[in-house]
């Protein structure tokens, strides 16, 4: 018998079955009085997730929809914009920002390494800076970047607001939003939501908002103002993913019955297990400096290509893990914990990765790693 379908990528992850069904109950329409109720009870529910008392925007769209709004209605064309460049969607942020015709300063970080607070605190000493963009979890390399650190320095400048990508990190790390000054904080509906892709929310500042009033640069689809006087009103500026915001409703009730404190701690467990599981059978971490809660980059052996790992993973135990990108494509392998995730996921996974690699040529005690997060069940 094949054996029963494990997601344990970065993204998508999987959807909790009573979430399922309530997005498979027949769809409202999304200009009603009930759905207006579901609208604010979302919103609410953000809220307290973001920990914030700012308008959190609902955007029918992937997460890198909202890294354009964040952009866009913020900075004008010809503006100066700072990137920190560390990774995949690092780079992502720059491309945005460039095809609208802002002034690009990228900070080139060492792919594996997080951003020194003291660059981006120099910068901003240099110039006028409409927008910083950086990760709060850098899917890409499995890197953190101190977000805390940055956010002190960033609202210090009046003129500049800080944009942070939260994608794989909201659910799994404490980003106290008002707390810490952020003044835009990104997520994705198919990371620690719990969701299917195609709902993107984001938190706005009123030091943003000051920004997004006065701003006359080219944007239609994501008006954030638009946005805010539908939101207001309980609905949305365009037809909204009513079937994902429905799933949504659900999922912060779980949310909101785990808590956050319980929540952050279950992540940082997982995320551990798996470094600690790695390191015993004698893998180097790709980022052992700064590693993300979310996700988890393992270096392969130099004579394993991680996408053999990647591939027997995928044809013998019918489980979905992720390859490096781009110039770590082949040295690397990425497993999720974000989301509907436990401990004993955490073993499954790693029980299939020990055979991959034992059967591949790497010499160690098999149960070794499996072992370590045995032991913090």
Request: charged share 25%; aromatic share 6%; hydrophobic share 40%.
């Amino acid at each position: 018998m094949k054996m029963k379908y494990r997601l344990m990528a970065p993204g998508p992850t999987p959807i909790p079955e009573h979430v399922l069904t309530e997005m498979a109950n027949p769809i409202r329409h999304h200009r009603t009085p009930g759905f207006e109720e579901v609208i604010k009870e979302v919103e609410e529910g953000l809220k307290w997730l973001y920990q914030t008392k700012n308008d959190v925007i609902m955007l029918a769209s992937s997460g890198t929809g909202a890294m354009e709004a964040a952009i866009v209605n913020t900075c004008k064309p010809g503006e100066s914009v700072l990137v920190v460049n560390a990774g995949k969607f690092g780079e992502r942020f720059g491309k945005i920002a460039k095809a609208y015709k802002m002034s690009v300063d990228m900070i080139d970080v060492e792919w594996g390494k997080a951003v020194s607070p003291s660059i981006i605190k120099e910068k901003l000493a240099t110039r006028e800076y409409r927008a910083v963009c950086v990760q709060a979890s850098e899917t890409s390399t499995a890197v953190e970047h101190p977000i805390k650190e940055i956010s002190e320095i960033v609202r210090k400048y009046d003129q500049t607001v800080l944009i942070v990508d939260g994608i794989t990190a909201l659910g799994v790390i404490n980003l106290p939003t008002d707390e810490w000054g952020i003044d835009l904080l990104i997520c994705g509906s198919q990371k620690a939501l719990m969701l299917p892709p195609g709902l993107a929310t984001l938190s706005v500042s009123e030091k943003a908002w000051k920004l997004i009033e006065n701003n006359d640069g080219p944007r239609f689809y994501f008006n954030l103002k638009a946005e805010r006087k539908s939101l207001h009103q309980n609905t949305t500026a365009w037809t909204p993913s009513v079937s994902l915001i429905m799933g949504l409703r659900q999922v912060l009730k779980d949310m909101r019955e785990e808590g956050l404190e319980n929540m952050f701690k279950r992540h940082a467990v997982m995320a551990e297990s798996i470094r600690e599981a790695a390191k015993a059978i004698g893998l180097k971490l790709y980022a052992p400096d700064a590693p993300a809660t979310s996700v988890t980059s393992v270096c392969t052996p130099d004579a394993i290509d991680s996408g053999k790992i990647v591939k027997a993973l995928r044809n013998e135990y019918n489980m979905t893990i992720a390859n490096g990108q781009d110039q770590i494509k082949g040295k690397i392998f990425r497993i999720g914990h974000l989301g509907y995730y436990d401990m004993l996921d955490m073993v499954s996974v790693w029980a299939a990765v020990e055979k991959a690699l034992f059967d591949n040529g790497h010499k160690f005690e098999l149960g070794k790693g499996v072992a370590e997060i045995i032991r913090r069940l």
